[in-house]
């Protein structure tokens, strides 16, 4: 039968001798664990510990409270100075504790605070700092900053972790055959093997389309390019290549030469003008051409192209053409060259060889002067208002008297022919 002992009008209390045990027993007298306490009310203990045997502990409450009564930075009084938190013991290995320790400073782009959490394993005063293990960190939607201080950011205990940053092949970085593209994924921090691989690769594969320094520029244009692949296909069409396109959005595009096996009409329309409307990188270009239903891997690779105005290497100096570069002839400052010609790109202006000082032109090798007129040149005997200034010109014609059709003129506008030896030697027995 249960016994109660009820006191209404005042508290109640026990008091044993100092030092004294009071016992509650539940089990009578066996100590086996059954039975049970319960408090209807607050407990309150002012003891300076309190050791619980149990091996399982319940709270209800969704937040324990530490250190309470403190009134500002937790001090350095305490068991471990500055710190407020939990320790497991670990018997003969160690305890590890995860405390808030006040006595951590942090400044975060010029924001100061004090306390940080960390957890560490060892005697206080002589512990080791413990690694945190998780598969991922949220920042609540701020950056998430790592501050180093004097130390390094490092990927450890993992193989080939630049295999994960950008594609491979027998150990070497290598486009993706359907994309050109050598990125996994865009987010990837890359260690310092896979910056200098990366490196390695675009030194070998670099295209560089323009260099240039204020109005001092050399640029390259080539768009006259095969098509490698059709990547995607929709109400626009993005289009893959081996190298460098050359092409910008807003680029009018005329397209020639594309075919399918099997036959795919969608895909044998892409032939045809269109505009570009986007550039994800240099070896792809999306256009404005809607092949919603098309099977792209009907295409057969390398068929198609892409034609242009004629491929250049342009020089500018100062705003001004230098140099400009084709793949049969080079045209610089006024000068075509063509194969083994020289050619003024300035009609009726005069190209000059000029030894400066006290030097010559030397032509170590037969001079061949052709028959007037010329290419582009109606003249045959440049007399008059194209007699020299200065000196004499020497031309050829059809032969005249003189046998030799080597003629000339001088700044006096006197002219002739040049008189083989033959022919003055008859001249001058006749007269």
Known sequence: MAKIVRTTDTDYKIITAANGIITLDTTNASSD???????????????????????????QDNIILLSEGNDGILPASLDRPYSSGIE??????????????????????????NGAWLGEQGNIGAASILPIYTDKMLSGGNDLVFALGG?????????????????????????????NSVFLEDNIIPNAKAVRDFVDFRSTTIEIA?????????????K?????????????????????????????????????SPVDALIDGLNGTYQVTDVPNSTSLQINANTTGANDASYISLSGKTIDDEPVITVDVSNTRAMSIFDNRVELAGLQIVD????????????????????????????????????????????????????????????????????????????????????????????
């Open 210 to 222: 323009a260099l240039g320094t204020d109005d001092t520029r050399i640029v390259t244009t080539d």
């Open 151 to 179: 130390s390094s950011l490092k990927v450890v205990d993992t193989s080939a972790y630049e295999e994960n940053v950008w594609r491979y092949e027998n150990g070497l970085i290598t486009p993706d055959p359907v994309t």
């Open 224 to 260: 006259n390019n095969i098509i490698l692949n059709i990547i995607a296909v929709g109400s626009s069409t993005t289009l893959g290549f081996s190298r460098n396109h050359g092409f910008e959005v807003g680029d009018s595009i005329t397209i020639t030469g594309v075919t399918s």
């Open 33 to 59: 664990g059954t039975g049970t306490v319960v408090v209807l009310g607050d407990l309150e203990v002012k003891g300076a510990t309190i050791t619980v045997d149990s091996t399982r502990l319940e709270v």
């Open 88 to 113: 497991i013991d670990r018997g003969s290995i160690g305890n590890v504790r995860w405390v808030y320790d006040d006595s951590l400073t942090w400044d975060f782009n010029g924001v100061t605070g």
């Open 340 to 431: 083994n010609e020289i050619i003024n790109l300035v009609s009726d202006s005069d190209i000059k060889l000029n030894a400066a000082g006290s030097g010559s032109v030397v032509i170590k090798d037969i001079l061949e002067i052709t028959k007037t007129p010329g290419d582009d040149d109606v003249t045959v005997d440049p007399i008059g208002p194209l007699a020299p200034v200065d000196g004499i010109k020497i031309y050829s014609k059809q032969q005249g008297p003189g046998g030799t059709g080597v003629y000339f003129v001088n700044e006096d506008s006197t002219n002739g022919e040049l008189i083989s030896k033959n022919r003055a030697l008859l001249y001058g027995m006749l007269f």
